[in-house]
Nanobody
Framework: QVQLVESGGGLVQAGGSLRLSCAASGRTFTSYAMAWFRQAPGKEREVVSQINRFGYSTDYADSVKGRFTISRDNAKSTVYLQMNNLKPEDTAVYYC???????????WGQGTQVTVSS
């Protein structure tokens, strides 16, 4: 199974930017669709963005459209989430996920905390 390690979280003021990275190892990266999820305290985990195996198809939660961009570098086995114009409601633990089919994920990273102060 693929192993996933996220990085890039932190504390940022509202309106700021962060870029999350998720490095994959263990299996052929292009076998997997990738996604970013997040979970805020007291809330269920929600999908933020997804990208297909070769990066030409993406989708976003309505709450982040126009502010977040998902991308992947298959040569580096890494998926990214560029987050701009961050809002306090974006505060959550962000998780990277991998699966053979978009929408069905069975490998997860450990998560990285993003905190946006007002």
């Amino acid at each position: 199974q693929v192993q996933l390690v996220e990085s890039g979280g932190g504390l940022v003021q509202a309106g700021g930017s962060l870029r999350l990275s998720c490095a994959a190892s263990g299996r052929t990266f292009t076998s997997y669709a990738m996604a970013w999820f997040r979970q805020a305290p007291g809330k269920e985990r929600e999908v933020v963005s997804q990208i297909n195996r070769f990066g030409y198809s993406t989708d976003y939660a309505d709450s982040v459209k126009g502010r977040f961009t998902i991308s992947r570098d298959n040569a580096k086995s890494t998926v990214y989430l560029q987050m701009n114009n961050l809002k306090p409601e974006d505060t959550a633990v962000y998780y990277c996920a991998a699966g053979y089919y978009r929408g069905s994920y069975d490998a997860w990273g450990q998560g990285t905390q993003v905190t946006v102060s007002s």
